[in-house]
């Protein structure tokens, strides 16, 4: 596997950041970014260190699918640490064998920074050799479309209040 870096800057204090990419008051603030990479991602479980979570999608054919994960480390509003370590084929999980060589002990990490002005979203994923062009283009739309709904959402927010 290819570790791959992407970073972005968004002007939002990082609790924002943080609640909002990993969709911790609303699911769906997770699932508006990540459909960057499947219109139907979301995930099921829990965020909190050492839960088992599912990063789900449903692919052309209407079966579920995703992969299969831990948290490894998790400290708000600074640090996420994600082990992906299985494939979920409809129901079945898939820990062992070709499948799941390619992504098992794969990591993904965030990382939150806090600014005077914003916040610095750090992300580390291990990628397979295989997946490296798209998760390159990919990676970055995602981002770019959580810095803009976090961006939009405080807008109306502002607007509402006054």
Request: proline share 3%; aromatic share 12%; glycine share 8%.
């Amino acid at each position: 596997m290819e570790n791959l870096y992407f970073e972005i800057q968004i002007e939002a204090p990082v609790s924002k950041v943080y609640k909002t990419m990993l969709g911790l008051e609303n699911k769906e603030t997770y699932e508006a970014w990540t459909s960057i990479f499947n219109p139907t991602s979301s995930f099921e479980g829990s965020w909190e260190k050492g839960s088992k979570i599912y990063f789900v999608g449903v692919d052309e054919n209407g079966k579920k699918g995703g992969m299969i994960a831990k948290i490894e480390e998790h400290i708000p509003n600074k640090f996420v640490s994600i082990m992906h370590y299985g494939i979920l084929d409809g129901e079945n999980e898939i820990t062992e064998g070709k499948l799941v060589e390619e992504w098992a002990g794969g990591h993904e990490n965030y990382t939150f920074e806090e600014l005077d002005n914003g916040t610095i979203v750090n992300v580390n994923v291990d990628v397979s050799p295989e997946h490296l062009d798209y998760f390159k283009t990919t990676y970055p739309n995602a981002l770019e479309k959580l810095k803009n709904d976090i961006l939009s959402k405080i807008k109306t927010d502002s607007k509402i209040k006054i």
